[in-house]
Antibody, heavy 125, light 107 residues
Framework: QLQLQESGPGLMKPSETLSLTCNVSGDSIINRNYFWGWIRQPLGKGLEWVGSMYYSGNTYSNPPLRSRVTISVDTSKNQLSLKLSSVTAADTAVYYC?????????????????WGQGTLVTVSS | DIQMTQSPSSVSASVGDRVTITCRASRDIRSYLAWYQKKPGEAPKLLISSASTLQSGVPSRFSGSGSGTDFTLTISSLQPEDFATYYCQQADSFPFTFGPGTKVDIK
């Protein structure tokens, strides 16, 4: 059974770079039927897609965050990573990693069907 | 970007009620829509993909319909465990976008 577990710093200061990892267990992170994503939820607010990475190695991120986001995969560790630079209080949120199941072969389209429990990141001076 | 709206923003209902939530996309997304259930302190749970495909293990009282720009999530008979916030998400094109959510609470 696939399980995802995020880990991160918890508390950060403004201007620092957020680094999150998502350990994937129960299946290989390398599977062309799936893609991987990061989604966040600021406290009391809705869900926001941060970005996704596909089997091809292509990554896509939300335009307001694009210049600050790096998503990568470490296949040797079966881990997904997110780096978000120059964080501000607006980046305070619960961050989730999730697996996406493709609805069609070789397209970007799909839904996030397995989620980690989420990790709270607070940015405060 | 494709904007997603949901109505109502909240609904108060009783156990056994039929609840309908509407999601609207700012342009045609065909059937590339998913519905999620979110409870406080828990990860979102995928209920429906491709607008109307019920995920394995999701009770049959949940159903989804629609295509193009207008979509509906229906809970045919609300159960105590269904009190939560529901989000739609379009997966037609980047950036993926979520609706603002519909909170279903106890009347």
């Amino acid at each position: 059974q696939l399980q995802l577990q995020e880990s991160g710093p918890g508390l950060m200061k403004p201007s620092e770079t957020l680094s999150l990892t998502c350990n994937v267990s129960g299946d290989s992170i390398i599977n062309r039927n799936y893609f991987w994503g990061w989604i966040r939820q600021p406290l009391g607010k809705g869900l926001e897609w941060v970005g996704s990475m596909y089997y091809s190695g292509n990554t896509y991120s939300n335009p307001p965050l694009r210049s600050r986001v790096t998503i990568s995969v470490d296949t040797s560790k079966n881990q997904l990573s997110l780096k978000l630079s120059s964080v501000t209080a607006a980046d305070t949120a619960v961050y989730y990693c999730a697996r996406g199941s493709r609805w069609e072969v070789s397209t970007i389209r799909g839904a996030f069907d397995v989620w980690g429990q989420g990790t709270l990141v607070t940015v405060s001076s | 970007d494709i904007q997603m709206t949901q109505s109502p923003s909240s609904v108060s209902a009783s156990v056994g009620d039929r609840v309908t939530i509407t999601c609207r996309a700012s342009r045609d997304i065909r059937s590339y829509l998913a519905w999620y259930q979110k409870k406080p302190g828990e990860a979102p749970k995928l209920l429906i993909s491709s607008a109307s495909t019920l995920q394995s293990g999701v009770p049959s009282r949940f159903s989804g319909s629609g295509s193009g720009t207008d979509f509906t999530l229906t809970i045919s008979s609300l159960q105590p465990e269904d009190f939560a916030t529901y989000y739609c998400q379009q997966a037609d094109s980047f950036p993926f976008t979520f609706g603002p959510g519909t909170k279903v609470d106890i009347k």
